[in-house]
């Protein structure tokens, strides 16, 4: 059996990453409609606190994208 680890093939990371945070927006937003409209106190506190961590993460993919890009560009040497 070969167990060796794959190649790092990293010329589609830019549009995956792109595709987690269209994602994450359409989710935030989603919330933000849901927060409107929920009364439940416990359960608009769980929204908010996903959206926190949403927005965090949100931080973390666009410098990551944003490292991709450059790397990408520099044909990744």
Known sequence: MDNRPKPDDRRDNVERIQFNIDNTIRNYRETEDMLKITEDEK???ELEEKNKRRALALKGMKKEIRQ??????NEYK
């Open 43 to 45: 359960q608009k506190r």
């Open 68 to 73: 991709e890009a450059i790397d990408r560009k």
